[in-house]
């Protein structure tokens, strides 16, 4: 790709007669496809001994449990900050959206965003974080990389532990969004496409001017129904809670 490039330029140039680069695709080793978690790996997970020192157990159960009835990333979560947590009509809704003073902001416009707290993180005790939590974050017991990534050491834990329990590596922290949207989309029919497009932060589907009038007027309460048909049974989410 770097030689393509230079040749690229000397083409311009007109110190080549043609880029001899081009077309070339090195990557010969299988690639990796994430998917959803299985009933049976949730469990795994649940049941796992903590051994990692470089944070809190606490604190990962509950990054993990907001990933897995919210289907947000990683990098949405772990940089939620506690005026991020507010109560939108009633409704009890994480709220991801640019925060210019520390560099972080959704990947897309669609990205910013109302996330409804399913019922199941309220009786975890997710709300008393905005009281009991110390510092601007909601999350606690994670630091900042030197390079200005909040949630990386999480990440690295989640590896290793993932590694340790014998997962296989299509299961990654993204896999928990796979699960969410494959839940949703097999839910029953009052569950509106558009309004898991929404929920998640992705551009429409069908990218009319009416879908996307729609889209930004989607009403809480149907994305409080959405996260609300996100469901496991009991025994997998053993273990993952967060409760003082």
């Known amino acids: 790709m770097r030689l393509s ?3 690229s330029q000397l083409q311009q140039r007109e110190l080549v007669t043609r880029n001899p680069w081009t ?11 994430r998917r959803s978690w299985t009933a049976r790996e949730l469990a795994l997970l ?5 051994h990692s020192t470089s944070m809190p157990e606490q604190t990962f159960r509950l990054v993990t449990r907001i990933a897995a009835y919210s289907g947000m990333r990683l990098g949405e979560i772990c940089t939620l900050r506690k005026e991020d947590l507010q109560t939108v009509d009633g409704i009890p809704c994480f709220l991801t959206r640019p925060h210019p003073e520390t560099g972080c902001s959704p990947k897309t416009d669609a990205g910013t965003r ?15 974080l905005k009281e009991t939590t110390e ?4 999350i606690p017991g994670l630091e900042t990389s030197k390079l200005g990534v909040r949630g990386a050491a999480l990440g690295r834990a989640f590896s290793l532990l993932k590694t ?7 299961i990654t922290f993204h896999s928990f969004r796979h699960t969410v949207s494959t839940q949703l989309r097999n839910a029953n029919a009052n569950i509106r496409e558009v309004w898991i497009d929404r929920l998640f932060g992705h551009e429409a589907s069908h990218k009319s001017q009416g879908t996307t009038t729609y889209l930004t007027s989607i009403s809480t309460t149907n994305l409080r129904q959405t996260v609300e048909a996100i469901n496991y049974p009991t025994a997998n989410f053993r273990g993952v809670n967060f409760k003082n």
């Open 135 to 138: 510092g601007p974050y909601l």
């Open 114 to 128: 109302m996330v409804p707290v399913r019922s199941k993180l309220i009786e975890a005790g997710v709300l008393m």
């Open 46 to 50: 649940a049941s796992a001994s903590w």
């Open 23 to 33: 077309g070339w695709n090195f990557e010969n080793g299988q690639k990796t496809i």
């Open 164 to 170: 340790r329990i014998g997962l296989p590596a299509e």
């Open 5 to 7: 490039a230079l040749w």
